[in-house]
């Protein structure tokens, strides 16, 4: 009664674009919690294994470029996100480790980010390569950014993103227990890398990549009141980037 109570006082009513509300009519969707500053948050979201907001930012950002594109979504499984890349008119393409069905028709292959092998296909084919909440189970995220830039169009985009260990709360917390946010010892055997802000944006220069836009996961639900790059960093769980080729 008392987790209701609290759940109604901290709701946050999404005021989505006409995109999302249509996708909420065909997918799931249900209340999840979020951090935004220093305050625990509630909201009714799409559902995927990202921060809420990480998916609707991402279509955002990928609803700017034209429909029917090549689109890889690195570690997306076959489930809700895919489907939902597809409902936008995207070509898609996902690489996950936790893929059974093996067949060479079939565009969910079984690929391990970690084994080092080269991804299995042709060189600058894809418009659009989406990595969400990925790299921080990667081993090398050096390896992770050089790979998809093999994979990239010219003029294609990636959107990155992942939990963002430099806000405030995530501080806090390392502040008092040692640890950062989502890199706790009960997550440790999945997210193995955090990643700062700087270290993404160093990577991403060093292997031939310019920074886009960056936006925080709880923008979204608060249409980017953040004026700076610092204030979205210090105010978000998770982070999500884009990048162009330079």
């Given at each position: 009664m008392v987790k209701t109570i609290?759940?109604?006082?901290?709701?946050?009513?999404?005021?989505d674009t006409d995109t999302i509300l249509n996708l909420k009519?065909?997918?799931?969707?249900?209340?999840?919690?979020?951090?935004?500053?220093?305050?625990?948050?509630f909201v009714d979201c799409l559902y995927c294994h990202a921060t809420p907001g990480t998916i609707e930012t991402t279509i955002e950002i990928i609803s700017k470029y034209p429909n029917g594109g090549?689109?890889?979504?690195?570690?997306?499984?076959?489930?809700?996100?895919?489907?939902?890349f597809k409902e936008l008119g995207y070509d898609v393409y996902n690489l996950d480790i936790d893929i059974k069905k093996i067949d060479e028709n079939?565009?969910?292959?079984?690929?391990?980010?970690n084994s080092g092998d080269k991804f299995p296909f042709e060189e600058k084919s894809f418009d659009?390569?989406?990595?969400?909440?990925?790299?921080?189970?990667?081993?090398?995220?050096?390896?992770?950014?050089?790979?998809?830039?093999?994979?990239?169009?010219?003029?294609?985009?990636?959107?990155?993103?992942?939990?963002?260990?430099?806000?405030m709360q995530s501080r806090l917390k390392f502040l008092f227990t040692g640890y950062f946010s989502w890199f706790t010892p009960d997550s440790r055997d999945y997210h193995i890398n955090p990643l700062p802000h700087w270290e993404i944006l160093l990577i991403a220069d060093k292997?031939?990549?310019?920074?886009?836009?960056?936006?925080g996961s709880g923008d979204y639900f608060y249409k980017k009141t953040n004026t700076s790059d610092k204030k979205t960093i210090l105010k978000n769980e998770g982070l999500i980037y884009s990048f162009k080729l330079r």
């Open positions: 609290i759940k109604k006082i901290l709701n946050t009513n999404p005021i009519k065909k997918f799931i969707h249900n209340q999840r919690g979020f951090n935004y500053g220093l305050i625990r948050r090549k689109l890889l979504n690195l570690g997306g499984g076959t489930g809700q996100v895919a489907n939902i079939d565009k969910n292959i079984n690929f391990d980010l659009i390569v989406v990595c969400q909440e990925i790299i921080e189970h990667i081993e090398s995220p050096w390896k992770l950014f050089r790979d998809v830039k093999s994979m990239i169009k010219s003029d294609g985009i990636f959107i990155l993103s992942t939990p963002n260990i430099s806000s292997t031939g990549f310019e920074k886009g836009q960056l936006f």
